[in-house]
């Protein structure tokens, strides 16, 4: 059982920045692909980042490459997403999700989620 707790999320203008962390409770973080997903209202949830059990390989949705970041520390169980040059279409809850095989941008895949933090971005 993997416990995921989200912070950093609020309110930000457009054009501004906010860095989401995720802690996880299990020393075995390491063993587990990191998820971000985000989900807006009456919309799905989303793929938005995806970072490998080690860190050197991430994937990111067309739709926020070059502006946001995904990074993990094994040795703080902890995974990030640094989100720059802000719009309001980013509005939405943010997951972050584990995955015991892999990156995957599918909801389905993950085996733990988080309970969300909200990002809203003001035009």
């Known amino acids: 059982q993997v416990q995921l707790v989200e912070s950093g999320g609020g309110l930000v203008q457009a054009g501004g920045s906010l860095r989401l962390s995720c802690a996880a409770s299990?020393?075995?973080?390491?063993?587990?692909?990191m998820g971000w997903f985000r989900q807006a209202p009456g919309k799905e949830r989303e793929f938005v980042a995806g970072?490998?059990?080690?860190?050197?390989?991430?994937f990111y949705a067309d739709s926020v490459k070059g502006r946001f970041t995904i990074s993990r520390d094994n040795a703080k169980n902890t995974v990030h997403l640094q989100m720059n040059s802000l719009k309001p279409e980013d509005t939405a809850v943010y997951y972050c999700?584990?995955?015991?095989?892999?990156?995957?941008?599918?909801?389905?895949?993950?085996?733990?989620w988080g309970q969300g933090t909200q990002v809203t971005v003001s035009s």
């Open positions: 999700a584990a995955d015991r095989d892999r990156v995957a941008a599918r909801v389905s895949e993950y085996d733990y």
């Open positions: 299990r020393r075995t973080f390491g063993n587990y692909a």
């Open positions: 970072i490998s059990k080690s860190g050197t390989s991430t």
